[in-house]
């Protein structure tokens, strides 16, 4: 069995920063590309950002210069710190990994639970 845990959602001010954290666990073999997806209330889901094993990245254009998405390979966690938060960026945020268990012989791409993000005054 293969999971991905997130945290650390909440509410924070416009401008305000908050870093989330996604962790892989279970009979992993290969942890590939990693990425967080968003969902704002009423639309659908969007790619923010993704982050390759060998560690090159992609934005999407609403985020660039305000996000960083990284990944530690050894502990097979990934993160997106969100510095300068609009309230435009309030949705929930999933995080996404494509990943090759222990016997198999494909990659299968698994999602996280969703944590909030709400940015207000």
């Known amino acids: 069995q293969v999971q991905l845990v997130e945290s650390g959602g909440g509410l924070v001010q416009p401008g305000g920063s908050l870093r989330l954290s996604c962790a892989a666990s279970?009979?992993?073999?290969?942890?590939?590309?990693m990425g967080w997806y968003r969902q704002p209330p009423g639309k659908q889901r969007e790619l923010v950002a993704s982050i390759t094993t060998g560690g090159t990245t992609n934005y999407a254009d609403s985020v660039k210069g305000r996000f960083t998405i990284s990944r530690d390979n050894a502990k097979n966690t990934e993160y997106l710190q969100m510095n300068s938060l609009k309230p435009e960026d309030t949705a929930v945020y999933y995080c996404n990994a494509a990943i090759q268990g222990l016997g198999s012989t494909y990659v299968r791409n698994y999602w996280g639970q969703g944590t909030q993000v709400t940015v207000s005054s």
């Open positions: 279970g009979s992993i073999l290969r942890l590939n590309t």
